[in-house]
């Protein structure tokens, strides 16, 4: 409340959000429930997520205490015979029947209702120290006024806000691991090296890629990007191959996203995502990218100057397998999707990855 009130019939008292005690508590917040929910959301990755929410607190959460200050509180118009709320309409004093007051980590959280379930919030952010004073204005002037009062210790605040946090993501794992039984897989690392392949093939151009395949492969043509290739003897495998100039990024601001998520292109998020053992984001991506896939297999692939993930799996009796690897200053991306009766096995695969070169320009 700011200044003390005059005695007399038709004074004002007015009560004002506190900005500072507002600012104090959500960083309270922030200190415990951010690093929790960085933890259940990205799982490894968390600390990036903390940062990257720590900085932005930094700007939002003054913002908001100095439009606490400004916008949240209310008066006590005797002349009008009101509460008069800065935001919203006034409340006649013979229409009120309940006051609601939280206690909350030092602030107290005040609203009124004219009766029924409807509430109207008066202020969010009043000191402790106004509640007696409030309390004893308003019975003067409301006698029959209903006093509601609640008040919660601060570390059970915190706990219970840590707790919620915990337990959805525990929910949202379960959930993830049972719909998606493939999100157990983890993949397995493979640092190949140059000489897997010694055939003398046709080499292909594929943005900031040259590559071959083994001869049983035959060149069927292209669309646009694309490269379509079949297996000379069964003609039921067959392979996609595409690349890209510039890496594809999942959501704009590229450079925050990867410094806040450690995951600035698809690649990487595969490679975050197939690795994930727990953290809701990862789990999630990792459940759409396996979708459907049955008897999963997962490679997390090093080799020459880029990495990348393997993921293989059954579908309708089809075994797929989805290869993607980046590399170069501007981590270029190529992808292989491979389609056919029988799984290529881990010698085949290291076959088709030796054969790929980032193009020296």
């Known amino acids: ?13 007015q009560y004002r959000g506190n900005g500072l005690l507002f600012l104090r508590n959500v960083y309270l917040y922030v200190a415990v429930t951010a ?27 003054p913002l908001a205490a100095f439009l606490v200050s400004r916008i949240d509180g209310f008066s006590l118009d005797d002349e009008k015979q009101a509460i008069v709320r800065r935001l919203g309409r006034n409340i006649p004093y013979a229409g009120v029947k309940v006051l609601d007051i939280n206690d909350t980590s030092g602030m107290l959280k005040v609203s009124v209702r004219q009766g029924g379930l409807v509430s109207f919030p008066l202020a969010s952010a009043l000191d402790r120290r106004d509640k007696l004073r409030l309390i004893t204005e308003l019975q003067e002037r409301m006698p029959l006024i209903e006093i509601r009062a609640r008040a919660y210790a601060d570390w059970k605040v915190l706990f219970a806000a840590g707790l919620i946090v915990v337990l959805a993501a525990a929910a949202l794992h379960v959930y993830l691991y049972a719909r998606h039984p493939a999100v157990r897989v983890l993949p397995q690392q493979v640092d190949w090296k140059q000489g897997g392949a010694t055939e003398k093939t046709r080499e292909y151009i594929a943005g900031s890629y040259s590559f071959s395949l083994p001869m049983r492969f035959h060149y069927r043509g292209r669309e646009g990007e694309v490269f379509f290739f079949e297996d000379a003897g069964t003609k039921r495998t067959e392979i996609k191959v595409a690349a ?7 959501f704009p601001g590229p450079e925050v996203y ?12 595969l490679e975050r995502a197939y690795s994930a053992r727990f953290g809701v984001i990862p789990l999630v991506l990792k459940g759409i990218a396996l979708s459907g896939m ?23 009796g089809t075994e ?30 290291q076959d088709l990855v030796t054969r790929i070169h980032i193009r020296r320009t």
């Open 1 to 13: 409340m700011t200044g003390r009130p005059r005695k007399g019939r038709n004074m004002k008292l």
């Open 35 to 61: 690093p929790l929910l960085s933890l259940c959301l990205m799982g490894a990755a968390w600390p990036r997520l903390f940062l990257g929410m720590l900085f932005l607190s930094l700007f939002l959460v």
């Open 244 to 250: 890209k100039e510039q890496a594809a990024r999942p």
């Open 258 to 269: 990867r410094f806040v998520t450690g995951m600035g292109d698809y690649a990487e998020v």
């Open 294 to 316: 049955n008897d999963v297999r997962l490679f997390e692939v090093r080799y020459d100057a880029f990495s990348g993930s393997i993921a293989q799996g059954s579908k309708k």
């Open 320 to 349: 797929l397998t989805h290869i993607i690897l980046a590399g170069g200053a501007t981590r270029a991306e190529i992808y292989y999707f491979i389609s056919g009766p029988v799984r290529l096995d881990e010698q085949a695969l």
